[in-house]
């Protein structure tokens, strides 16, 4: 680039770049946004976990922090207890 003189976009890219739909990128039926949402909700419930046992970090630094495979599974262990108590 000269100094001074703005970068010019190709004509290619500039045409592919206003395209609003994308004739290659997938087709999201019904069974994919179940399956998105599917997801969304198992996020939404390691979050919660992670939140109701002090924080991602908190967790993270526990198992870090942990001295035997024990101890990480306990750790583990109550992940999964939350899960099945935040699903009744």
Do not use: W
Request: one cysteine or more; aromatic letters at 6%; charged letters at 15%.
């Amino acid at each position: 680039m000269v100094k001074g003189v703005p970068l010019q976009q190709s004509p290619s890219m500039a045409t592919t770049a206003g395209n609003q739909h994308d004739s290659s990128a997938p087709n999201i039926n019904s069974n994919d946004k179940d399956s998105f949402g599917k997801v969304l909700y198992i996020i939404n419930e390691l979050i919660s976990i992670f939140n109701s046992l002090g924080g991602i970090e908190n967790v993270y630094n526990s198992l870090k922090n942990c001295t035997s495979d024990f101890q990480k599974m306990q750790i583990v262990l109550r992940c999964f207890e939350n899960i099945g108590s935040s699903n009744n």
